[in-house]
T-cell receptor, first 116, second 119 residues
Framework: AQKITQTQPGMFVQEKEAVTLDCTYD???????LFWYKQPSSGEMIFLIY??????QNATEGRYSLNFQKARKSANLVISASQLGDSAMYFC?????????????FGTGTSLTVIP | NAGVTQTPKFQVLKTGQSMTLQCAQD?????MSWYRQDPGMGLRLIHY???????DQGEVPNGYNVSRSTTEDFPLRLLSAAPSQTSVYFC??????????????????FGPGTRLTVL
C-alpha cells in the first residue's frame, strides 16, 4: 500500500484565490511527522510546513496552512492568496521512526499552476 | 553553512560504467538519504543512514551502494550503470527525531540534485 497518496496530478488556481492540495497517508504508528515540500521548475526542494501527529493545532506558516484530520489520515495543504510564484510541484511526505526503520515517504506530487 | 552539497550537477555515463555521486553536509545531521526522482513517480528512497557506520536500504536499492564513514559524507555508488538509472538524484539530511519536549520529526534539507543520463 502507498504510504502517501496525492490524487491530484495537476491543479489550476486563479491568482489571489486559495487552493487546497490533497494528501492522505497510511501508517499504524501513533507517532509520525507530516511535511510539505515545494519544487519549482528550477528543481530545488523547499520545505514549507510540518505537522506532528500529536500536535493539537493545525500548522501554519505564512500563507501556508496544513489541514490535519488525523482520523481521516489526511494532511491537506492550503495555500491562501495564490501568487504566480506558487506555480510548482508540491510533495507531501511523512516521517516514521519505528522498529523497522527511520524513513521519509513521499507522494507522487501535485503540479500547481497559478493563472494570472 | 553550505548546507547539503552534491557533485556533480550533471553526468552522462555509458551503460556498464561505474561512478560515485558525492553528498556532503555541514550541519552535523545524523540522518542522510538518497532519492531518485522520475517523472510521475515522486521521490523514491534508495538508501539511508542514521549515523556513521549505519546504512539501510530504501524502496529502490538495487544497483546502488552506499557507505557512511563520517557524519558529513554519504556517497552513492552506481556499480554498473544502466539506462533505467537515468534520473535526477537528490541527497538529503535531517536532524534526528527530537524529544525532551514536544516530539519533533525534523524536516529534511535537500541538496541541489544531480541529473544523471545513462546511454
Amino acid at each position: 500500500a502507498q504510504k502517501i497518496t496525492q490524487t491530484q496530478p495537476g491543479m489550476f488556481v486563479q491568482e489571489k484565490e486559495a487552493v487546497t492540495l490533497d494528501c492522505t497517508y497510511d501508517t499504524s504508528d501513533p507517532s509520525y511527522g507530516l511535511f510539505w515540500y515545494k519544487q519549482p521548475s528550477s528543481g530545488e526542494m523547499i520545505f514549507l510546513i510540518y505537522q506532528g501527529s500529536y500536535d493539537q493545532q493545525n500548522a501554519t506558516e505564512g500563507r501556508y496552512s496544513l489541514n490535519f484530520q488525523k482520523a481521516r489520515k489526511s494532511a491537506n495543504l492550503v495555500i491562501s492568496a495564490s501568487q504566480l510564484g506558487d506555480s510548482a510541484m508540491y510533495f507531501c511526505a511523512m516521517r516514521e521512526v519505528s522498529n523497522t526503520g527511520n524513513q521519509f515517504y513521499f507522494g507522487t506530487g501535485t503540479s500547481l499552476t497559478v493563472i494570472p | 553553512n553550505a548546507g547539503v552539497t552534491q557533485t556533480p550537477k550533471f553526468q552522462v555515463l555509458k551503460t556498464g560504467q561505474s561512478m560515485t555521486l558525492q553528498c556532503a553536509q555541514d550541519m552535523n545531521h545524523e540522518y542522510m538519504s538518497w532519492y531518485r526522482q522520475d517523472p510521475g513517480m515522486g521521490l523514491r528512497l534508495i538508501h539511508y543512514s542514521v549515523g556513521a557506520g549505519i546504512t539501510d536500504q530504501g524502496e529502490v536499492p538495487n544497483g546502488y551502494n552506499v557507505s557512511r564513514s563520517t557524519t558529513e559524507d554519504f556517497p552513492l555508488r552506481l556499480l554498473s550503470a544502466a539506462p533505467s538509472q537515468t534520473s535526477v538524484y537528490f541527497c538529503a539530511s535531517s536532524p534526528p527525531v527530537t524529544s525532551g519536549g514536544p516530539l519533533s520529526y525534523n524536516e529534511q534539507f535537500f541538496g541541489p540534485g544531480t541529473r544523471l543520463t545513462v546511454l
